[in-house]
């Protein structure tokens, strides 16, 4: 397995980028490093990539498309299908680097590599259906016309795809963005995210080693602050897919004429009414606003309970916040420690402005580095920032609210609508919440979640633009084209 790997590293041990079918390492002579979340070390280097290197990746890319877009579409289903199994024999190697890059634990991240290569597969059979799909509109439809006219409507790539995903998910967040643009025909840049590159660099070497064309898929590293701007207003993009915090709403302000796809934040909020399934409520409670440490957007960030049954629900969420294990990825640990200091001191920002307001609180504040133990608030009141702000970290925040009116207005007073969820036993209180909750995604009786990866999956207002799910992203990474036949007179079928 080692070996298949041996040719993404330089002789000084830092990843390199790919360009055009070929890995390399930067002129700048310059590695931006990986800082391990549980020991501080700094276990990984990858290039710190030149503007003239993002240059020649972006032409590389234009080139390569040309005739990409000319492969059979069954040709590229099988390219992906050759990548998915590359993926699943070569998956240890990268799921250890998501345990030292991003402290997800060891068993989840074996699971977020496997997922990966499913969502591959499922886009390759997505895309020989939806693609090879098109529309005929007969002109005498629209009134007073004769059917002398057939518009033959095909979806067509985009070109290049610029795809950047978040530390969170670097593999499965990549692959949904690159496996779409592929089949429908565009080619792509990866620009992995800083913490989670090394297992972006390796998951990509997986879509080398399956052969595709040179220059249909490429890697550049970086930070992201450095040549972040340069990359999503280069010329040669024509299509950008972001998933990650409000960098994505600068970016969608720079970007230019380019349609856009944008994943961005979460403070997904749970109603909890008062008929609901209390045991149920609190054990999604404490799976979805804990795991992965609450780093996912989909994550509980605001508990609304209904103040007749807080107190029971507290107490069933407090006793099953107790049972999580604090410690490192390596041991499969509940809580592992955040992906860098200045997040772990954003979320203590948060916590401390909690306490200066008054919540209660449940457990007590520890933190040793990048660790944070698991913190449970009652009592958090609308002037808090925790009522507001995704802490990205293992903090979750319980209000107590008079009426159902009161919880999906809080929801709906949030510049972030990602996912929400609502427990009830009652279908008609459900559908109600549902339609007066706005956000992308309302879950009944669970916790938000984006899975399965061929759900739909959107935000409003600043969590997002457009759809993710593979169905969407495949409509997302191509554009309409319409063919209009003309013909000589009125033709009418049968007649
Ligand atoms: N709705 C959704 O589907 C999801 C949303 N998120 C959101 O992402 C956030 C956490 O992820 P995080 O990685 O910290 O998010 P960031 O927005 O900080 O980073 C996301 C990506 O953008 C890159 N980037 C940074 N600056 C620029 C720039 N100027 N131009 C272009 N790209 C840039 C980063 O690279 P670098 O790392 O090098 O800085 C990274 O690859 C949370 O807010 C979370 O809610 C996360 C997952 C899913
Ligand atoms: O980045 C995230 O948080 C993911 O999009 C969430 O995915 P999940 O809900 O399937 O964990």
């Known amino acids: 397995m080692a070996e298949f790997y041996a040719h993404i590293k330089a002789s000084s041990g830092a990843y390199k980028y790919f360009c055009n079918g070929q890995w390399l390492e930067s002129s700048s002579g310059k ?17 710190a990539c030149t503007q003239e290197e993002v240059n020649n990746v972006f032409a590389a890319a234009k080139a390569a498309q040309l005739s990409w877009a000319k492969t059979p579409l069954w040709k590229r289903a099988e390219y992906l299908h050759k990548v998915a199994v590359l993926m699943r024999q070569n998956a240890q190697p990268m799921a250890d680097c998501l345990v030292k890059e991003i402290a997800k634990p060891a068993k989840d991240a074996l699971t977020e590599v496997i ?23 007969t002109s005498d439809s629209f009134p007073g016309q004769p059917r002398n006219k057939l518009c033959l409507v095909s979806k067509v790539p985009l070109g290049v795809v610029l795809c950047i995903p978040p530390f969170n998910y670097p ?19 990866l620009k992995p995210p800083s913490q989670g590159v090394v297992a972006g660099i390796h998951m990509l070497a997986c879509f080398a080693a399956a052969g595709l064309p040179a220059g249909v898929v490429n ?30 709403i600068s970016i969608s302000h720079k970007a230019g004429m380019v349609p856009l796809q944008m994943e961005l934040g979460g403070k997904d909020a749970c109603i909890v009414c008062s008929d609901a399934d209390l045991d149920l409520a609190a054990s999604h409670i404490v799976k979805g606003g804990f795991s992965y440490s609450g780093q996912r957007c989909t994550a509980v960030k605001v508990v609304l309970a ?40 954003f979320i203590q920002g948060l916590v401390e402005d909690a306490r200066e307001k008054g919540a209660q609180f449940l457990t ?24 507001w702000e995704e802490p990205f970290g293992p903090v979750l925040p ?33 559908m109600r919440v549902s339609d007066a909750m706005q956000t992308g995604t309302v879950q009944v009786n669970a916790a938000p979640a984006r899975g399965p990866d061929h759900f739909p999956f959107q935000g409003f207002r600043d969590s997002g633009i457009g759809s993710q799910g593979i169905k969407n992203s495949l409509a997302m990474m191509t554009k309409i084209k319409s063919t209009v036949i003309n013909l000589d007179k009125e033709s009418y079928t049968l007649g």
């Open 306 to 345: 209904m103040q007749d049954i807080a107190d029971e629900l507290v107490a069933k969420v407090h006793a099953g916040v107790a049972k999580l294990s604090v410690g490192r990825p390596e041991d499969n640990a509940d809580i592992t420690p955040v992906v860098s200091e200045a997040s772990a001191n």
């Open 31 to 47: 590695t931006v490093p990986v800082t391990n979340p549980s020991t501080l070390q700094k276990d990984y280097q990858v290039q």
């Open 364 to 387: 007590e504040w520890r933190r040793e580095n990048n660790l944070i133990a698991p913190v449970l608030l009652d009592h958090v009141t609308p002037d808090m920032r925790i009522a």
């Open 115 to 137: 997922r990966s290569a499913d969502l591959i597969d499922y886009t390759a059979e997505e895309g020989l259906r939806s693609l090879g799909e098109g529309q005929l509109l």
């Open 171 to 189: 593999v499965n967040l990549a692959v949904s963005k690159l496996a779409p643009s592929l089949m429908a025909g565009n080619a792509v840049v």
């Open 398 to 430: 319980v209000l107590r609210v008079g009426s159902i009116d009161e919880a999906v207005h809080h929801c709906n007073s949030s510049n972030l609508g990602l996912q929400g969820c609502v427990f009830t036993r009652d279908i008609n209180t459900a």
């Open 219 to 248: 890697v550049i590293t970086g930070k992201g602050s450095e040549i972040g701007d340069f990359l999503t207003t280069h010329p040669a993009v024509n299509c950008i897919s972001f998933t990650g915090g409000d960098t994505g």
